[in-house]
């Protein structure tokens, strides 16, 4: 019994901290993504991969200029990427069952994540509360160090 009232307590103040820490950063999935500039399917074969499935990026009219030419993103620029699992009609690979989303937003203060700040939410929008640095950032920064860790390009759009 004391035993379970420990374990509730834990499981209490770990999902206060993330929870004060998500309002901190006031991360909040983007309102009508969806409308936004839209890349070709993207297909991650790999099951080991965080990817792994059917991929979409969205790109706001801030982002466009700076993907377009690989230029710098002015503040506010934001990307959205929508992941599906992958499912077989017909020998095709088409997009299964939404599995994640991932936004990348240019702000100045988030100095450890090159100046973008980092977020995951759940096929329903809500904060999945992974680490920006530990769980986002170091591909960013080994893959697109010299395109301001954008990895996709545009040439991925129609
Ligand atoms: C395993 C490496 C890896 C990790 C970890 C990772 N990403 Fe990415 N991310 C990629 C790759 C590769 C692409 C480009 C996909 C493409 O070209 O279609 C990408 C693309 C993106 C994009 C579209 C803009 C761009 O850079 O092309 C966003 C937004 C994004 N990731 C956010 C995140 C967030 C948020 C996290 C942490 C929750 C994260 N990523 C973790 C590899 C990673």
Redesign the pocket.
């Given at each position: 019994m004391k035993h379970t009232v420990a374990i509730a307590l834990t499981v209490g103040a770990l999902i206060g901290a993330a929870g004060a820490a998500l309002a901190a950063d006031n991360v909040s999935l983007p309102k009508g993504y969806e409308k936004w500039a839209k890349?070709k399917a993207?297909v991650?074969p790999d099951r080991k991969?965080?990817?792994y499935g059917i991929?979409y990026?969205y790109v706001d009219k801030k982002a466009m200029k700076g993907y377009k030419t690989g230029g710098t993103y002015p503040e506010g620029s934001q990307?959205?990427?929508v992941n599906y699992s992958i499912k077989n009609e017909g020998g095709k690979q088409v997009p299964g069952k939404k599995t994640m989303i991932?936004?990348?937003k240019r702000d100045k203060k988030q100095t450890a994540t090159g100046g973008w700040q980092?977020?995951?939410f759940s096929p329903d929008g809500k904060p999945?509360g992974?680490d920006?640095v530990r769980?986002?950032?170091?591909?960013?920064e080994k893959?697109?160090k010299d395109r301001n860790?954008?990895?996709?390009?545009y040439a991925?759009f129609k």
């Open positions: 890349s993207r991650e991969s965080m990817f991929h990026i990307f959205v990427a991932v936004v990348m980092f977020a995951g999945s992974l920006p769980d986002c950032f170091g591909c960013h893959d697109a860790f954008v990895i996709s390009t991925n």
